[in-house]
């Protein structure tokens, strides 16, 4: 069974950065497009960035520029970098991976970015 595991959430003031770590099993890792999503108070969920099997990547315009991400295969890990964190940024922030049509989500971690 797939698993997606999210970590490295939590409370930064504006400007600062957090790394989001997504941990994998149950798939074969290397063979799959993975990708980030949030979810802020009273939205939907909204398209952050994905990577590709190659490790070409595509990015919502609101994070260009300040979020990167990158995936392991050694480690079966993607990662979210976010810096010059914003307000606007504060949400849960899930890993995601579509396999054969199905759409396999974690269970997401808490951004808050406040001062």
Same mark, same amino acid.
């Given at each position: 069974q797939v698993q997606l595991v999210e970590s490295g959430g939590g409370l930064v003031?504006?400007?600062?950065?957090?790394?989001?770590?997504?941990? !994998?099993?149950?798939?074969? +890792?290397? +063979?799959?497009?993975m990708g980030w999503y949030r979810q802020a108070p009273g939205k939907g969920r909204e398209f952050v960035a994905r990577i590709g099997r190659v490790g070409n990547t595509k990015y919502a315009d609101s994070v260009k520029g300040r979020f990167?991400?990158?995936r &392991?295969?050694?480690?079966n890990t993607v990662l979210l970098q976010m810096n010059s964190l914003k307000?606007? &940024?504060?949400?849960?922030?899930?890993?995601?991976?579509?396999i054969s049509l199905v759409d396999y989500w974690g269970?997401? !971690?808490?951004v808050t970015v406040s001062s």
């Open positions: 003031q504006p400007g600062g950065s957090l790394r989001l770590s997504c941990a !994998t099993s149950g798939m074969l +890792f290397s +063979f799959y497009t990167t991400i990158s &392991d295969n050694a480690k307000p606007e &940024d504060t949400a849960v922030y899930y890993c995601n991976t579509n269970q997401g !971690t808490q």
